[in-house]
Structure formats: C-alpha cells, structure tokens
C-alpha cells in the first residue's frame, strides 16, 4: 500500500497547494519509507532528468525536474560544464487520473564556441514544444486515426495546438530518403472538406507510404511535386498510376514523357459498366426487344453489375436469361468479365 500525507503547516501555508511525501508498507519486512518523488521517478522515468518536488493544485499537478548530468547539450553535439543562463519553464506531459501533469525546469542555455548563445537540447521535449515527447506522440497517433477536434477534445488541449503539434511531428520524423529511389507510384485526390476542399496525394507502390501531399487536384498541383524533385529521381520512375483525371495525365506527360501511365481500375470498371448499361437500356427497343416487367428489368441490370464469381443461382439464371434473348447483351457482359 502506498500513502502520502502532507507536509504539515507547507502545505497549508500555500493556499490549498501542497507538498508531499509518503511511505510504502510491506507485509512481510514492515513500512519501508519512500519520497514522492522516488514515486514518480519510478514511475515516469524522465530520460535526463529527476523529480525533486511535488505540487499538487486544484486540477493540476506539477513536477519539479533537476538535470542528472553535469554537462549541458548544445544542440550541435558540444557537451559544455558552464551555463550562459537559464529560465524556468513548464511542459505539459500525460495526464494523471483527472490532474494535468506538468513537468517544471529552469531550462538553461549555454554560449557555445561554435553556434553561440543557444538552448540546451531536452531529452524529453522537441525543440522549441512546450509538451513532452510522450505528449506529442499520443496526440500524433490519435490524430492519424480520428480528426482534430476530437483529439483536442481527448487531450484536453487547444485545437490549434494540436496543429502545432502534427506539424512539429511531421517535420522531424518525415523520412527525408523517401524520394530517393521512386519506381512506382500511385496519384490520387481526397476530399477533406466540403464544399469541394481537395488534396493530391502521392503514394510510393513499393513501400506503400505516402510520400508527397499537396494543395488541390489540378494539374498544378501535381505538377508542383514533379518540379520539385531533381532530374536524377524523375528519371527512375518507371510507371504512374492515378484515375481518369486529365489533369494528372496532362502533368505527368510533360514531366515524365517516359513513364507508364496506369489507370485504376475501379474507374476503368465504372467505363465499362456504363457502357453495359447503354448497352442493357438499348436492348428494351429495337428489332431484338426484350419484354420484361420493371422488377425484371431491375433485378437484371443488377445481375449484370454483379461479378461473375459472385453471381448466386437466381441472378446467373437472369444473365443466362437476357444474354439469349439479346446476343449484344450477352457479348457485353462477357467483355465486362473478361476486363483485367
């Protein structure tokens, strides 16, 4: 069991703020005293640093942090005893239970030989954040699975920070080496705002990530991710594969008149079967008529849609069906099926 208790008149004195320390008992070899901050020592591990102080306010709790090396970490790598100042600063970390947790520093800076007066480097902050490491991370995997507002909403935290946030992420753990050896790669629009609020994305087929994301659909747009890549990488990509848009096609022949243009086939799909539907709509007029009711006619034209290989007995009994009474039908069909 673990308790802690207040610090006597401290605790008071500080208008509902209070310091603590507390023991831990152990049923066989009796109470072993423990400090708080061993506690939470052992129980966040801060890389770099140790608790030496802990406050609890309404709703808040706050950790005072001491460094646990001499030296300090200049953030080109130089490891310096002396200090040029420092400052105190709070970082918000995961919360406790209902409290938030901040960690607090007096954040130092250093006058190095080679960059100057610049800040120490933390082993549990990104560079200029006021969130911790562990922070960030929850909030950049939440924010890859659901939309911002609900992660602010989750996290407790302004939506604009976690824009920060996302974009801290992205700029440090973007792999850089991603655009050199391209091959394959795939062009596609999403929309992520209505009405009509579209990004270009370019995706790698031979890793399958995501590798370039830009504003619009035009073909400006891909075209910006072409003019922004050196010669030696447009030269290796081999194939590209996108919709039916014109603006794509139009972009990738002018900057890769040797690549492949591949289309998806789920739009060449969605030619074809409209073509079965002209098609099918012809077969109701004409010299090779076909009389069905309206349920026929509806339950057919589904039949047609349907893949062969998922054709139950009755549907198949209807293709059978029309593809005797209209030959045209039927040889629409089967070049349907026979599409790669």
Known sequence: MFSACPQG???????????FRGYHTNLNRGPIRVRVSTAFNRLLQIPGASVTDVVIDDGDLELTLRPTARRVSCPCGKRLRATYDRRRRRWRHLDLGRCRLWLVYDIRRVNCPDCGVRTEELPWARPGARHTRDFEDMVLWLAQRTDRTSVSTLMRCAWETVTSIINRGVAELLDQRRLTTLYRIGVDEICYRHPHKYLTIIGDHDTGTVIDIQPGRSEESLA?????????????????????????????????????ICFDPFHIMQWVNRALDRVFADAA?????????SAQWRQTRWALRTGENKLND??????????????RVGRAWTLKETTP
């Open 285 to 293: 007029s004409g010299p090779n008529k076909v009389t069905m009711t």
């Open 314 to 327: 009755d549907k198949r009994q209807l293709v059978n069906q029309i593809a005797r009474a209209n030959r």
């Open 9 to 19: 008149d401290e605790g008071r004195a500080r208008g509902g703020r209070s310091r």
């Open 224 to 260: 910006t991710f072409y003019e922004h890549q050196p010669d030696s990488t447009l030269e290796t990509i081999e194939a590209v594969s996108m919709d039916v848009s014109k603006a794509f096609q139009s972009a990738t022949r002018t900057h890769l008149p040797d690549a492949i």
